[in-house]
């Protein structure tokens, strides 16, 4: 990259020496496996619960030709700009972010800190769906029927809401009314967050060596299930229908900025930007290898899995809607006929004692002749109704997907293959995300790179002592909480510092000649006006977009009540409001006591005489050692900084 390292750098290499990795570095045995990786981290649960929402409530393909168009003007971009890093320095993101420039060096300690934080929660997710899964070895499922009390009576929470919002709020969770009840420890709970840890450490034990091994299944059978579900979605009856209204388009959403914000995030976590991942994952790449080319085939491979996936959520919703309308009104014409009130040729046909055997269409079409006549409010199952009830995150995976499983033929079956395809899309981003803590902290700290193994199985431990904060009864709202609050605003900004440091700081042309070097051709001068103008001004107005609504708008979460047997809209109360913002604090603070730290030490040099005002560098190529673009092979005959090879 240059030639010649300043004399500010050389100095702040000094302190680094100590710290530094080992000069040889682990790599990846085939293509395949980086692919793994790479996709498995990008693709997590967010595709299958989070994109059919937005794609739903935001008109459909009007929403998905707007993704498509962020996606390649933002999305992939930035993510070429963090495979490039990652791959020509051969660090994960703090030594990136050092070499860029010293004072940047707390950006890569807040992603440290936001991919914690992403863990703490996200490994309860894994737990809760490992109790599923346990659930799913029976016949029938247990959230099927509503449990009885004393004398055949039914348990009026149960029978208030229904049997899979009863099983996941007072089986699963057994929540709280609120976040200020924190009730006792859920020892189920505890016990398949323990599991999860574990699977978690002992596929992380050795590093990528061990965990790519975790993905050649984690990452590949997640897509076997889908392709299962989408051809049994589409035998379902009601499935074509639902899929025609997910996909109608809605053009005049495009003037709602919400909408422009809601679409910008989802791609901005659909790819995992900001974690330190995507950079640590290729930091185990050759210096020879495309990363241009991987940027868009791992896009178009997480694009194509999320209309993959709204394709199956919509399908079996389509079904389970069908399926609910049709038994609600065999229910009431029951009742008629059983009083009397229905004339004899207006009985339908088909045996409407049994609701699952009769087909939408078929109902329609008794309904379309007699229905008018009917003295009971039958309605004409119009599906668009139905699917209008969008649903997110948890109460689309473990209620409404998992109450439309249970109205399928073996349900056991489906739902055992749902929720270990949730498990394992979870295990290979939890994979990604331990990587973005474990791989900096060993490249920056010597004696952690020789302990790794302990650092390992401390942060999972560490990781379950404190995750068991969200396995009290009230532990879904602070999950909740992490969710929405921990990672957004934090990650939004570290990309912000990141595109500016290298389009600006660096200085973009600098970076393609970089890249150019390190592949052997350059990239199209469009990248240059992307990353210095359209990425950065869209982070910026994400950015601001995101800050507004937090301000405008006070933070709530979705709180059960057991007397109603419904969730309400809660404002979260002081004590909450200002953990939420430590979260936010914490992970920034990085980035400033960064910049104050290397400002200091640059003072202190200059009034010691030690020091001249240098500028931005990435590495020194002096000598036969071009040190971050070397092969692994090369990178043993010099230590990280090219000491050896002046």
């Not at 016990?191 to 034990?205: D, F, Q």
């Amino acid at each position: 990259m240059e030639k010649q390292l300043p004399e500010a750098e050389a100095n702040h290499q000094d302190d680094h020496d100590s710290t530094s990795e080992p000069a040889a570095r682990a790599g990846w045995n085939s293509k395949i496996e980086y692919f793994l990786a790479q996709v498995g981290f990008s693709v997590g649960l967010g595709n299958v619960w989070r994109f059919p929402y937005y794609c739903h409530q935001n008109g459909g393909g009007s929403f998905l030709l707007l993704y498509v168009v962020l996606m390649l003007a933002v999305g992939t971009p930035l993510f070429f700009l963090e495979l490039a890093a990652g791959q020509a320095i051969r660090q994960g993101s703090i030594g990136v972010w050092k070499y860029i420039s010293p004072r940047l060096v707390g950006i890569g300690y807040s992603s440290c800190v936001v991919c914690f934080f992403v863990a703490l929660y996200y490994n309860v997710i894994l737990a809760w769906s490992l109790f599923y899964l346990g659930n799913s070895f029976q016949s029938p499922l247990p959230w099927t029927t509503c449990p009885e009390q004393g004398n055949n009576v039914t348990v009026k929470e149960c029978e208030a809401s229904s049997p899979t919002s009863y099983f996941w709020y007072r089986k699963a969770l057994d929540i709280t009314d609120s976040i200020n009840e924190t009730g006792s420890f859920n020892p189920y709970i505890i016990g398949c967050l323990l599991a999860a840890w574990t699977i978690v450490c002992l596929g992380m034990i050795r590093g990528i060596k061990s965990s790519v091994k975790v993905m050649y299944f984690s990452s590949i059978f997640p897509y076997l299930v889908l392709f299962c579900f989408l051809v049994q979605g589409f035998l379902l009856d009601g499935a074509l229908e639902g899929v025609t209204h997910m996909f109608y388009p809605k053009l005049e959403i495009w003037a709602d900025i919400q909408v422009w914000r809601q679409a910008a995030t989802q791609v901005f976590f659909a790819l995992g930007l900001g974690f330190g991942s995507i950079i640590a994952y290729s930091s185990y790449n050759p210096k020879n290898n495309n990363c241009h080319r991987d940027a868009f085939t791992v896009s178009f491979i997480n694009f194509l899995t999320s209309v993959l996936a709204t394709l199956v959520v919509f399908a079996v919703l389509g079904f389970r809607a069908a399926s609910e309308c049709i038994a609600s009104n065999m229910k009431l014409l029951s009742e008629q006929i059983q009083i009397g009130s229905v004339d004899l040729n207006m009985i339908p046909t088909f045996d409407y004692t049994q609701p699952r055997s009769v087909k939408l269409e078929d109902y329609r079409s008794w309904f379309k002749q007699n229905g008018s006549h009917i003295p009971a409010n039958l309605t004409e199952c119009n599906l668009e109704k139905e699917m209008q009830k969008g649903v997110e995150g948890t109460g689309l995976a473990f209620i409404a997907f998992t109450e439309a499983i249970s109205l399928l033929p073996g349900s056991p079956f489906w739902s055992a293959l749902f929720f270990l395809m949730l498990l394992n899309l979870g295990l290979s981003t939890m994979f990604g995300t331990m990587e973005g803590i474990l791989a900096p902290l060993t490249d920056r700290f010597k004696t952690l790179a020789n302990n790794k193994t302990k650092l390992t199985i401390f942060s999972c431990v560490i990781g379950f002592l404190i995750g068991l904060l969200f396995t009290q009864r009230c532990g879904n709202y602070f999950v909740m909480m992490f969710d929405d609050y921990s990672a957004t605003l934090p990650l939004i900004i570290v990309v912000v510092f990141e595109t500016f440091s290298v389009s600006w700081l660096y200085g973009a042309d600098r970076f393609l000649d970089d890249i150019e070097a390190m592949l052997g051709w350059r990239p199209n001068v469009i990248y240059k006006y992307l990353w210095k103008y359209i990425c950065l001004l869209a982070m910026l107005g994400l950015l601001v977009a995101t800050s507004i609504r937090m301000c405008m708008e006070a933070p709530t979460y979705l709180a059960w009540t057991e007397e109603t047997a419904s969730e309400t809209k809660v404002p979260y109360p002081g004590w909450a409001l200002a953990v939420l913002a430590l979260l936010i604090i914490f992970a920034m603070l990085p980035v400033p006591l960064g910049l104050i730290y290397t400002l200091l030490q640059d003072r202190m040099r200059r009034l010691s005489g030690d020091d001249k005002p240098g500028q931005y560098s990435i590495v020194n190529t002096e000598g036969k050692c071009e040190t971050p673009m070397t092969d692994t092979s090369e990178l043993s005959q010099c230590n990280a900084y090219g000491d050896s090879c002046q």
